[in-house]
C-alpha cells in the first residue's frame, strides 16, 4: 500500500503567528475530525519551520516541510538554508522544483536533481514537482516535457533512493487559477509518470512511489480526485492557508 499524503504549500504568505495559529487549529480538526491513515504535511516558510514542527507530531500523522533548499551542506552560500539546518528543525519533508521555482529563480533540473540528492542525504523526503505550462499541453508535448522532468532530475537515483522519493504532478496550467485538471487528466499523467518508473526501474518501485496531483485542489474536487487509483494525494497551495478548507480536504482522503 502506498502511503497517502496531503502536504500544504504556504508558499510566501502568513506571519509567524498567524502561522502557528493556522497550524494549531488545523491540527485540532484533524485530530477531532479525521479517521483516515493519511499523512499531512505543513510546508510554511523557513523561519516558521521549527516553531511549526513543535506544535505537531509524527505519532498523529503530522509533519512539517520546507518550500525549498540549497543543494550545498554548508559554508558560504549567503541567504541559503541546508537540508541539514531543515532537519535541525523538526521537518521531514522538502519541495524541490516547484514549478515557481522553476520559472522566477531558473531552477533546472539538473540543477533540481542536485537538491535531492542533498534531501536524501539527510534521510528527509524530497517532493519533487513537474508540470506543464498550457503552452506545452496545446501544442501536445507535454508527456515529452515531463519525461525529461523526471527522468534528468530523478533518474540518477538507485531503486532504494527512488522509492523515498515523492512526486507531485502539478500542471503549472492549474496552479493559483482556480482551474483543476479534470481527474481523467490527472489520471493520465500520473499513470504515464508511474510507466516511466517501472521502465526504468521496476514494477515494485514504481508502484511504491507516492505521486501527488497539485493545483486548485479544493474540498469541492479533492474526493474525486483522491478516487483515482494513482492519485496518491494532494499538494495544496491556496486552500491550505485557511484550517477549515485544508481539514476539509484531508477529510476527503480516506
Ligand atoms: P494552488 O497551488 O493549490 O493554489 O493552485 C498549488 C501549488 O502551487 O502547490
Known amino acids: 500500500m502506498r502511503k497517502k499524503i496531503i502536504a500544504g504549500n504556504w508558499k510566501m504568505n502568513k506571519n509567524f503567528e498567524e502561522g502557528l495559529a493556522l497550524v494549531s487549529e488545523a491540527a485540532n480538526m484533524i485530530h477531532d475530525e479525521y479517521q483516515g491513515s493519511a499523512q499531512v504535511v505543513f510546508i510554511p516558510p523557513f523561519i516558521h519551520l521549527n516553531a511549526v514542527s513543535k506544535l505537531i507530531s509524527a505519532e498523529s500523522n503530522l509533519f512539517s516541510g520546507a518550500q525549498n533548499c540549497s543543494n550545498h551542506a554548508s559554508g558560504a552560500y549567503t541567504g541559503e538554508i541546508s537540508t541539514g539546518m531543515i532537519k535541525s528543525c523538526g521537518a521531514s519533508f522538502v519541495i524541490i522544483g516547484h514549478s515557481e521555482r522553476r ?17 536524501l542525504s ?14 506545452e499541453r496545446e501544442s501536445n508535448v507535454h508527456f515529452d516535457v515531463l519525461k525529461k522532468q523526471i527522468s534528468e532530475g530523478l533518474f540518477h537515483l538507485s531503486a532504494e ?42 514494477k515494485e518501485v514504481a508502484d511504491s512511489i507516492t505521486i501527488q496531483y497539485g ?24 486552500a491550505a492557508l485557511q484550517s477549515r478548507s485544508f481539514a476539509d480536504i484531508v477529510k476527503a482522503m480516506k
Not at 522566477?104 to 535531492?116: C, G, I, P, S
Not at 517532493?127 to 503552452?135: A, H, Q, R
Not at 474526493?223 to 494532494?234: K, M, N, T
Open 122 to 135: 539527510e534521510n528527509l523526503t524530497p517532493i519533487y514537482c513537474c508540470g506543464e505550462t498550457l503552452e
Open 161 to 202: 533512493a527512488m522509492k523515498q522519493v515523492v512526486i507531485a504532478y502539478e500542471p503549472v496550467w492549474a496552479i493559483g487559477t482556480g482551474k483543476t485538471a479534470s481527474t481523467a487528466q490527472a489520471q493520465e499523467v500520473h499513470a504515464f509518470i508511474r510507466s516511466l518508473i517501472e521502465e526504468k526501474y521496476n
Open 103 to 119: 520559472q522566477y529563480f531558473n531552477e533546472t533540473n539538473d540543477w533540481l536533481a542536485r537538491k535531492v540528492d542533498a534531501v
Open 215 to 238: 493545483g486548485s485542489v479544493k474540498p469541492e474536487n479533492a474526493a474525486e480526485l483522491f478516487s483515482a487509483p494513482d492519485i496518491d494525494g494532494a499538494l495544496v497551495g491556496g
